[in-house]
Nanobody, 125 residues
Framework: QVQLVESGGGLVQAGGSLRLSCAAS????????MGWFRQGPGKEREFVAA????????NYADSVKGRFNISRDNAKNTVYLQMNSLKPEDTAVYYC??????????????????WGQGTQVTVSS
């Protein structure tokens, strides 16, 4: 069992930056690949980024590539999402998720076993 708690969301102007954190409970954090998803107003939840268990491999949605960076610190049981050059269309609730058997190619919700409660990111124009 893994419990995930996101933090770091908020209101930011277009072009600004935010760093989201996701703290995981338990001693098996390094056994999970981690991902970030988001759900904008009236939209389906979509894949944003993923990172493998050791943090050496990452994958990004085309819409955030070059602007967002996913990283993890297994000693702190935490995964991060650094978001730069934010756009109004990045406005969404951001969720972190843990995948026991998947990897960086895991881009669908069904690949993930545990989810956080989400943190709101609002980008004003």
């Amino acid at each position: 069992q893994v419990q995930l708690v996101e933090s770091g969301g908020g209101l930011v102007q277009a072009g600004g930056s935010l760093r989201l954190s996701c703290a995981a409970s338990g001693r098996t954090f390094s056994s999970y690949s981690m991902g970030w998803f988001r759900q904008g107003p009236g939209k389906e939840r979509e894949f944003v980024a993923a990172i493998n268990r050791r943090g050496g491999s990452t994958n990004y949605a085309d819409s955030v590539k070059g602007r967002f960076n996913i990283s993890r610190d297994n000693a702190k049981n935490t995964v991060y999402l650094q978001m730069n050059s934010l756009k109004p269309e990045d406005t969404a609730v951001y969720y972190c998720a843990a995948s026991r058997y998947g990897g960086v190619s895991s881009i669908t919700q069904n690949d993930y076993n545990y989810w956080g409660q989400g943190t709101q990111v609002t980008v004003s124009s």
